[in-house]
């Protein structure tokens, strides 16, 4: 585990949160978690079933009480030992995996729920303005079982948005939608994000959704998190040997130090990224970073390749038995049995055993 170097909060810094603690009996769900998010930012809770995702969101909403720790949003404290602001009355708009909307109620309806405190005409031309924003002007007399599931799902986020709370929170927002939807759905909530200004966290288990949407990922793992970066540096600089393998496919293979950025592995002399300081490492191969050619005298043999179409997945057994995956265009020029040569691009990351 990393220990994070945090910034203190300033006008910025949209949320805050501090040593949130949260356990249910005796299991200790959210294990002290410390999240900043930067205003106009969208940042993305990843992580495993189970690792605490949700109850995190759960208690910046004020749905739950922290058993230890305080979520400052706007600067102003909604939850520490003393307090705890009701959901209500933070400025919070919440997206929920089922979308919640109100079936009796059309759309335009839905989305003046949170506005009871404008007058008519103001909360009128908001709703007009915020279903303008998400694209469904013409829809706001429609119920919501008259919509698609991606439409529904704007209606949630223009509810969410028409009060234009300091932060909007999405729990799993796509994961009620079909493959083929989901990735056009993302980058619409994205753009209606962006041309709100919006400040958001969203939660997910999917790796690829957390790093294609959002600017910040932090990656959690049992009640903790490991790392929070922007996605490509989470992806070329893990901190953690977790985040390597959840962020991404990685094999980790033992390694020995040979100098300050060289190390020995199974697949030979290798540089590494990073100084190494432990004598005993274990090194991160990312398969695309690995290339594998057809050579009679290889020492190294193809077990299986699974091939998708656009790219294949070439299981390699190097001579000391090690198993390894190399990532390869779509020729498929190679087959099971081959003997190969194999060899690794660019320097490559390593960890303490521990870490
Ligand atoms: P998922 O992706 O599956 O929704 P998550 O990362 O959001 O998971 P949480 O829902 O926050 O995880 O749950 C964290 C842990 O707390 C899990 O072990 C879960 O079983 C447990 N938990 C969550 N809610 C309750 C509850 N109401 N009572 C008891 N245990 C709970």
Do not use: W
């Not at 303008?132 to 439409?151: E, I, K, M, N, T």
């Not at 094999?251 to 020995?264: E, F, G, H, W």
């Amino acid at each position: 585990m990393v220990t994070l170097d945090l910034p203190a909060p300033t006008r910025t810094t949209a949320l805050a949160c501090r040593g949130l603690v949260k356990a249910y009996g005796t299991t200790v769900a959210v294990d002290g978690v410390d999240l900043d998010v930067p205003r106009g930012t969208l940042t993305a809770l990843l992580g495993p079933s189970g690792c605490g995702k949700t109850t995190v969101l759960r208690m910046i909403a004020g749905l739950l009480a922290p058993d230890a720790g305080e979520i400052v949003i706007d600067g102003r404290i909604v939850a520490d030992h003393r307090t705890s602001v009701p959901p209500e009355k933070r400025p919070v708009g919440l997206v929920f995996q089922d979308y919640a909307l109100f079936p009796h109620l059309s759309v335009a309806r839905n989305v003046a729920y949170g506005l009871g405190d404008l007058p008519r005409r103001a909360r009128r031309e908001q709703v007009h303005e915020v279903l303008d924003l998400v694209g469904l002007g013409d829809l706001g007399r429609r119920l919501p079982s008259a919509l698609s599931g991606g439409q529904q799902q704007r209606v949630a986020l223009a509810r969410a948005l028409a009060p234009s709370p300091e932060l909007v929170l999405l729990d799993e927002p796509f994961s009620n939608l079909d493959a083929s939807l989901r990735s056009t759905v993302r980058e619409e909530v994205r753009s209606i994000l962006r041309a709100a200004d919006a400040t958001a966290v969203f939660v997910t288990h999917d790796q690829e959704e957390a790093l294609s949407l959002a600017d910040r990922v932090a990656v959690m793992q049992a009640g903790r998190i490991h790392q929070v970066d922007e996605p490509q540096t989470l992806y070329t600089r893990p901190a953690t040997r977790f985040v390597a393998g959840f962020v991404g496919e990685a094999d980790v293979l033992p390694a020995r130090r040979i100098d300050t950025y060289l190390v020995d592995t199974a697949l030979g002399q290798l540089p590494t990224t990073d100084a190494v300081t432990s004598p005993e490492v274990a090194a991160v191969i990312r398969p695309e970073s690995l290339q594998v050619s057809a050579d009679p005298r290889g020492t190294a043999t193809i077990t299986g390749i699974e091939y998708f179409g656009h790219d294949q997945l070439v299981h390699v057994r190097l001579a000391d038995g090690t198993s390894i995956r190399a990532r390869r265009g779509p020729l498929l020029d190679l087959h099971r049995g081959d003997r190969v040569d194999v060899a690794v691009l660019g320097p490559i990351v390593t960890f303490p055993h521990a870490g």
